[in-house]
């Protein structure tokens, strides 16, 4: 049994920073690295991305809505032709800055409430891959399983990667419980070792309230702009492969 360790990083902006993402890059497998628009710049795109080519860690693109007050966390509405705008102008400009330092964007996952809205509304979903794919066709598309995310990738013909949450707790329909609510937002680093495991080989996301949907599982997230995400990134990790579960990039 196999399964990629991603961590969404790059979301500091000019002399602000924003997680230890150095220290997660010794940890996690592939990096989605902030765009521009939520969180992150030109200068800390590339520290991010030669990081990640440096320790051998899949880059990403990570765009979002442009909300830098709000962390891209909250839900705008724009219509097909913007989020497919907005979206291609964010992957270019990883690719640019990728290509400058001398690698490659491999994968794209979208932030937020972009990302909220795209697993709840597949017209959402597809106004986001279907512009990112004419960017990039080979372009592997990371998917929020068992949504309307995973069933429009599939539908474009699409490479794309299954991903679960090992921070935060999802609802019966598989998507993410809302941040607001009691309970939304994982802190417990032995715990989700332990979820992270029975998810994986029960090959199903375990929700709140205990209901087993079954997906494919090829990558695992922790969020980076926590306090605990070091701590909490290794220790899932060390508690796969503890379990006989190697963490390596997703194909």
């Known amino acids: ?74 839900r705008l509405h724009l219509s097909a032709e913007e989020l497919g705008n907005m979206v291609a102008y964010q992957l270019g400009a990883a690719r640019g800055i990728a290509r400058s330092m001398g690698t490659n964007v491999r994968h794209l996952k979208l932030h937020g409430a972009l990302a909220n809205m795209a697993s709840e509304n597949p017209d959402i979903a597809r106004a986001c891959y279907s512009a990112a794919l004419r960017v990039d066709p080979e372009l592997i598309l990371v998917v929020l399983s068992a949504t309307p995310m995973q069933a429009v990738a599939e539908d474009l013909g699409a490479r794309w990667a299954g991903e679960i949450f090992a921070d935060r707790a999802y609802n019966d329909d598989a998507t993410l419980l809302d941040r607001s609510r009691p309970g939304a937002v994982l802190h417990d680093a032995t715990e989700a070792g332990q979820r992270m495991e029975a998810m994986i080989r029960a090959g199903a996301i375990i929700t709140a309230s205990g209901k087993q949907i079954p997906c494919r599982i090829d990558t695992i997230c922790v969020h980076g702009d926590s306090a605990d995400a070091v701590a909490m990134a290794g220790a899932v990790r060390n508690h796969l492969t503890g379990a006989g579960i190697a963490v390596r990039r997703f194909d």
């Open 1 to 74: 049994m196999r399964v990629d360790l991603n961590s969404d990083m790059g979301e500091g902006f000019g002399p602000w920073n924003m997680g230890d993402d150095a220290s997660l890059l010794d940890i996690v497998t592939s990096a989605n690295i902030a765009c521009g628009f939520h969180a992150g710049d030109p200068d800390v795109m590339a520290r991010t991305m030669r990081l990640a080519s440096e320790n051998g860690v899949g880059i990403g693109a990570h765009p979002g809505f442009a909300d830098l007050q709000g962390f891209g966390r909250r």
